[in-house]
Nanobody, 124 residues
Framework: VQLVESGGGLVQAGGSLRLSCAFS????????IAWFRQAPGKEREGVSC????????TYSDSVKGRFTISTDNAKNTVYLQMNNLKPEDTAVYYC??????????????????WGQGTQVTVSS
């Protein structure tokens, strides 16, 4: 299993970014995939999760209504569209996966496989 994030960068507050998580070694329908983030000096927190078996999604309260998780099965990629970004969204964003296709979780221990992360910086 391999997860590779991309799409991070520097953006002004109010702007948008789309993160990509290219995965290999498994079929999306058999897994759950989530996005986490870790700001400097803070614990890693769950942002969004999508269930491979039924496509259900969940979001943290801090990003609900601004972020959207989606998948392109043909490209083996999960996206995180981030709109109306705020300085407090600044963090390293990680993609994570677990072979429980019905999983819908934002808890770190629930995910077995992790990517290396991509930096998102939102300036005020």
């Amino acid at each position: 299993v391999q997860l590779v994030e991309s799409g991070g960068g520097l953006v002004q507050a109010g702007g948008s970014l789309r993160l990509s998580c290219a995965f290999s070694g498994f079929t999306f329908a058999d897994y759950a995939i989530a996005w986490f983030r870790q700001a400097p000096g803070k614990e890693r927190e769950g942002v969004s999760c999508i269930s491979g078996s039924d496509g259900l999604t969940t979001y943290s309260d801090s990003v609900k209504g601004r972020f959207t998780i989606s998948t392109d099965n043909a490209k083996n990629t999960v996206y995180l569209q981030m709109n109306n970004l705020k300085p407090e969204d600044t963090a390293v964003y990680y993609c994570a996966a677990d072979p429980r296709s019905l999983l819908l979780s934002l808890k770190l221990p629930d995910f077995r496989f992790w990517g290396q992360g991509t930096q998102v910086t939102v300036s005020s």
